[in-house]
């Protein structure tokens, strides 16, 4: 069977055949992943991309973040003025349902190559399974990092779920912007 995935020159390959079912499940996402979404990833990307400096005016429970961020991962060799992290991280960028080679991941971050999956029951079969595993091998050879979430975590552990996936964003960013 013949590959019908394009790549673009650094781009991740995908399939523009999942084109319409792509816009399809952005406009039905999951009530998990709706919840994920709305509740955490947007407000973290917004966070990030609107407060590029570290004023102390309404910062609340992400001012420790932010003053982390400046103190640890700016260095003096990099491209913006002191206390300005702004560069780093309006780039963030989280994609939802993001085609990625024949695949549609939930949750995409290029600047970190960190896809963010939700599973649900079903993917406790043994047919899925195995296709989650062949799916993970397969994004991992394109270099991606994947975080699975399930349903119940979701319900269950919200704030754990978002703390997890802070601390992993967070890491993350350190690793790229060290020298």
């Given amino acids: 069977m013949k590959n019908s995935t394009i790549q673009l020159n ?6 523009p055949k999942l084109r319409d079912r792509t816009k399809e499940l952005r406009k039905n996402m999951t009530v998990h992943e709706r919840k994920l979404w709305y509740w955490f990833l947007r407000w973290f990307q917004n966070f990030f991309s609107s407060n590029c400096s570290t004023s102390t005016s309404n910062e609340g429970d992400w001012g420790g973040v932010v003053k982390e961020l400046n103190e640890k991962i700016l260095i ?7 206390g300005d992290f702004g560069w780093v991280l309006s ?5 939802k349902q993001r085609p990625i080679d024949n695949f549609i991941v939930d949750f995409y971050i290029p600047k970190l ?3 963010i999956e939700i599973d649900w029951e079903s993917h406790f079969t043994e047919n899925w399974l195995v296709y989650d595993q062949e799916r993970t091998a397969i ?4 270099w991606l990092k994947i ?3 399930t349903n119940q ?11 997890k996936l802070k601390t992993k964003i967070i890491n ?7 020298n």
């Fill in 10 to 15: 650094n781009r991740l390959p995908y399939n």
């Fill in 76 to 82: 003096k060799n990099q491209f913006c003025s002191e």
């Fill in 91 to 95: 780039n963030l960028r989280i994609y």
């Fill in 113 to 115: 190559k960190l896809v």
């Fill in 139 to 142: 994004l991992e050879w394109l």
């Fill in 147 to 149: 975080i699975r979430i």
């Fill in 153 to 163: 975590e979701i319900d269950k552990n919200f704030e754990n779920v978002c703390e």
């Fill in 172 to 178: 993350e960013f350190k690793v790229i912007t060290k």
